[in-house]
């Protein structure tokens, strides 16, 4: 491998907007994010999901009638 080429790897802290700090190692000091996944509304559970059924045959029936 060749030398001086990697950039400097150390220890960095990441803060997320919520006020959680994860400690963990980045060529990047003190990273501040937005959003972590305590906070992301898919990991909370916070997030709906949309009931689909119907969708397919709905689509199914739409284009059936072209044949």
């Known amino acids: 491998m060749k030398d001086k080429i990697h950039p400097d790897y150390q220890e960095t802290t990441i803060t997320c907007a919520c006020g959680h700090v994860y400690h963990t190692r980045a060529t990047r000091k003190n990273i501040r994010v937005e959003i972590c996944a305590l906070c992301h509304p898919f990991f909370t559970g916070s997030k709906k999901i949309l009931d689909t059924t119907g969708r ?12």
């Open 56 to 67: 397919i045959e709905r689509f199914q029936k739409r284009y059936a009638k072209g044949k």
